[in-house]
Structure formats: C-alpha cells, structure tokens
C-alpha cells in the first residue's frame, strides 16, 4: 500500500507542473524558456495544494509516463489515487533548457495523504523530483515525471 501512496504522490506532483500554457518564445540561451518553465512549475504547485489537477492531465503529452521510486512505469490512462496536500515546498531547482526540450531537478518538501484501500496514508517527507518537458504546437507539456523519496540523514 506504501508504493500506491509514493506512486500517487509522485504522479501528482508530476502532472502537477501544468497549470497554465505558454506562449512566449524561447531566446538562443533558453532564458525566456526557463522563465516560462518556472512559472508553470509554480503555478503547477499552486493548483495542487488547492486540489485542482484537472488541468494536470490536458497539459501532458499524450505518451506522458511517469517512474515510481521502486522503478514502475505508468501512464497518463492510469487510475491512481490523488493526494490531498496540506504543504509544499519546492527547493533546489534547477531548469535546463535545450531547444524544445527542458529538464527540471528540485526538492518538494510535502505534507499530505492519499487515501489507499487500507485506508489514509500520510506522504509527508523530502522528495527528488524530476520533470522532462517538450513544446509540442508552441506550447510546454510535460512528457514524463520521476520522484524518489529522501533518506534520512544516515539512512539507505
């Protein structure tokens, strides 16, 4: 029940990233990109903590896959459960542009649940997370998320 809750979790947080299109132009450097990833990043957050991940699912690319921590694959068409977020705290981004194409490394500090057949699971904790992103039609989408929990300081 434990990899359903982190599975969620990570899925969500993923698909969170979406919450507005862009339309600016990237420039040579891939400034203006990385601004533009930025700002879906942090608009994306702020729709998950008002559980608004509609848009989540109309801003991904229709072979979006996503990894779990124990290393499973799944797809957009999947049913997995939606957390319900309390906090989040991103930290440590990085945005990488190249082209068309941009990659997104951060820290989420989360505090939440995800309701499992067992029941309520908390998925509070430190989570690596990374996005792949593609224009697609000029526009950002993401094409696959990744996310693996923190160890503890000492802990493997």
Do not use: C
């Not at 797809?75 to 906090?87: H, R, S």
């Amino acid at each position: 029940m434990k990899r359903i809750a982190v599975l969620a979790l990570a899925l969500t947080v993923s698909l969170s990233a979406f919450a507005q299109k862009s339309t600016g132009k990237g420039s040579k450097a891939g400034g203006d990109a990385e601004q533009q990833i930025k700002a879906l990043e942090d608009q994306g957050n702020q729709a998950m903590l008002k559980g608004d991940s509609a848009w989540g699912k109309a801003h991904s690319t229709a072979n979006y896959t996503f990894v779990d921590p124990q290393g499973g694959a799944a797809t957009a068409e999947g049913n997995i459960p939606e957390p319900k977020f309390t906090g989040l705290d991103v930290s440590e981004q990085n945005i990488r542009v190249f082209g068309n194409a941009a990659v997104v490394v951060e820290k989420a500090s989360v505090k939440g649940t995800v309701t499992t057949p067992s029941g309520d699971q908390s998925i509070d904790g430190d989570y690596r997370v990374t996005h792949v992103w593609v224009k697609e039609g000029g526009q950002w989408k993401m094409a696959s998320g990744q996310v693996t929990k923190i160890a503890a300081p000492g802990g493997m």
